[in-house]
């Protein structure tokens, strides 16, 4: 149905449904059904349906094509679907392999954020991916493993062209101060031995009006932050070659040498901070991350070490 819209003018229910072979009510029905999802669609009497944006589908092969080096992703491990519940939830229900495993998906129904916060995934709002890897020798520091990956969306979008961004502990990517990307890591890991990782990376590419309504906090998408078109394959590309290059790193050598570009990009260094660890609140001065990717908080001229927690309040 989506791919039947235009954004550049009316198409009448009628069309639609003599192309679908079916009735008006049922367009109508499908129009208010992704309305709901988050597509914005104008309807106007006598004229018909037209979305507010029009968006390039995802395409698996024009990904693959365009990837730059990324030795570890074959095309046949790249799918593309058109909704899932969620790109993480579809990696995690399959059984751990050594292969790399990316799944993207135009919608999720169930896309899921940190803390189990819902992620909200509307159709051509953003990229909605998830990469299963196999890290047979985990680094020392593999906690810091959301930093990095972090650290790789900003790589891969200054490439093209997009600047300014920075990453907020542990691994929200801002402009200044609205989340543009969000990603989540799920393990399975055995005591001792290979470590399965599946990432999942949410970027805003053009949500709409229904859509920020829907979400609590300040957000931005890249249709804001660049000044010319930006294919969504292309931007999907970029992401996924800067991850597999800057995941290769990781294993190879640990957090250390990604340390000077988190302090290039941290947004709240300097900043008094309240961050919810638990059921405790902390409060003090952020000052950077350490080794492993902790979060260094000062609190009456001591350095607390702060592994996992939850920004509540930039005092
Ligand atoms: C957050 O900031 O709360 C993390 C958001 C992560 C969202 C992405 S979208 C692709 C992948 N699939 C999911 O269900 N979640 C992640």
């Not at 979400?215 to 996924?240: F, G, P, Q, T």
Request: aromatic content about 8%; hydrophobic content about 40%.
């Amino acid at each position: 149905m989506l791919e039947l819209l235009s954004s550049k003018e009316y198409r009448s229910g009628e069309s639609l449904a003599a192309k679908l072979g079916v009735s008006r009510v049922a367009i109508w029905r499908q129009i208010e059904r992704l309305k709901k999802t988050g597509v914005d669609i104008i309807s106007v009497s006598g004229q018909g349906y037209k979305i507010q944006a029009e968006f390039e589908m995802l395409d698996a092969v024009e990904i693959y094509k365009n990837l730059a080096n990324a030795g570890g992703i074959n095309r046949s491990s790249i799918q593309v679907s058109k909704v899932v519940d969620s790109t993480n939830a579809v990696l995690m229900r399959l059984p751990p392999t050594r292969e790399q495993k990316v799944v993207f998906s135009e919608y999720q129904t169930a896309g899921r954020g940190r803390r189990e916060d819902v992620w909200v995934s509307p159709p051509g709002g953003g990229i909605w991916f998830s990469l299963s890897r196999c890290f047979d020798n985990p680094p020392s520091s593999f906690s810091a493993l959301g930093l990095v990956v972090g650290i790789s969306v900003i790589s891969g979008l200054q490439k093209l062209g997009i600047n300014g961004l920075q990453l907020k502990w542990p691994n929200d990517v801002v402009f200044e101060g609205a989340k543009l990307a969000g990603i989540l890591i799920e393990l399975r890991s055995e005591v001792s031995g290979p470590c399965f990782a599946v990432i999942g990376i949410g970027l805003n590419t053009n949500l709409g009006m229904f859509v920020r309504r829907k979400i609590d906090k300040k957000v931005i998408d890249i249709s804001e932050l660049s000044s010319r078109h930006l294919s969504r394959n292309l931007v999907a590309s970029a992401l996924l070659s800067s991850l597999d290059e800057h995941l290769n790193a990781f294993e190879h050598s640990g957090f250390q040498s990604f340390r000077e570009s988190w302090r290039k990009f941290d947004f709240l260094f300097g900043k008094e901070l309240k961050i919810l660890c638990g059921s405790k609140v902390e409060v003090g001065r952020a000052e950077g991350v350490d080794d492993i990717g902790a979060l260094q908080l000062r609190q009456a001229g001591e350095i607390k070490q702060i592994l996992s927690g939850h920004i509540i309040e930039l005092v």
